[in-house]
T-cell receptor, first 114, second 114 residues
Framework: EAQVTQNPRYLITVTGKKLTVTCSQN?????MSWYRQDPGLGLRQIYY???????DKGDVPEGYKVSRKEKRNFPLILESPSPNQTSLYFC?????????????FGAGSRLTVL | AQSVSQHNHHVILSEAASLELGCNYS??????LFWYVQYPGQHLQLLLK??????LVKGIKGFEAEFIKSKFSFNLRKPSVQWSDTAEYFC????????????FGSGTRLSIRP
């Protein structure tokens, strides 16, 4: 089944404790992206990647890191989480090229930072 | 910079009422346009898309959207809503001439009274 898999789905952590949210897709998509969803603010893009070793900042990259060493994986790293990073996070992927940018989303990861 | 505006943050309708959700974007070039839907507790899924051709596009579950280039708009419509349409709706856009990041609006929460 074609899908985007995120882990963990739920996580409660404390300020400053490094964490990684994994994202993996099995569709050989070039484009991958991380979003955070907050009430009243919709989806805001954190980072995106056009292909392996090609990443770029979205609208709210502060406090986050990403890497794209393999095509299928795009982990989101919070080096020193803070309470304002409490949010619902979505990973998504798509093919690239004209007419190809339909995103497939993961199920979401709800993160709480105390 | 590209941006997407959804002016209706929360819309409340009764069953069988007609629906129109507004979406405006700011970008001068050729774009791909999308509407995604997020049902309660679920991840985002594609409702419909416009890449080129007929500006009136039809999606799943009786939804349609019309691309009006002169108004930079891509409004979502449904003639008669059902309680099961209760969800959050997101408009999104990306530049179609090359692989590029996809920008989302802030979302519109739709509540349907049975």
């Amino acid at each position: 089944e074609a899908q985007v898999t995120q882990n963990p789905r739920y996580l409660i952590t404390v300020t400053g404790k490094k964490l990684t949210v994994t994202c993996s897709q099995n569709m050989n998509h070039e484009y991958m992206s991380w979003y955070r969803q907050d009430p009243g603010l919709g989806l805001r893009q954190i980072y995106y990647s056009m292909n392996v070793e090609v990443t770029d900042k979205g609208d709210v990259p502060e406090g986050y890191k990403v890497s794209r060493k393999e095509k299928r994986n795009f982990p989101l790293i919070l080096e020193s989480p803070s309470p304002n990073q409490t949010s619902l996070y979505f990973c998504a992927s798509s093919r690239t090229g004209s007419g190809a940018n339909v995103l497939t989303f993961g199920a979401g990861s709800r993160l709480t930072v105390l | 910079a590209q941006s997407v505006s959804q002016h209706n943050h929360h819309v409340i309708l009764s069953e069988a009422a007609s629906l129109e959700l507004g979406c405006n974007y700011s970008y001068g070039g050729t774009v791909n346009l999308f509407w995604y839907v997020q049902y309660p507790g679920q991840h985002l899924q594609l409702l419909l898309k416009y890449f080129s051709g007929d500006p009136l596009v039809k999606g799943i579950k009786g939804f349609e959207a019309e691309f009006i280039k002169s108004k930079f708009s891509f409004n979502l419509r449904k003639p008669s809503v059902q309680w099961s349409d209760t969800a959050e709706y997101f408009c999104a856009v990306n530049e179609s001439s090359s692989a590029s990041k996809i920008i989302f609006g802030s979302g519109t929460r739709l509540s349907i009274r049975p």
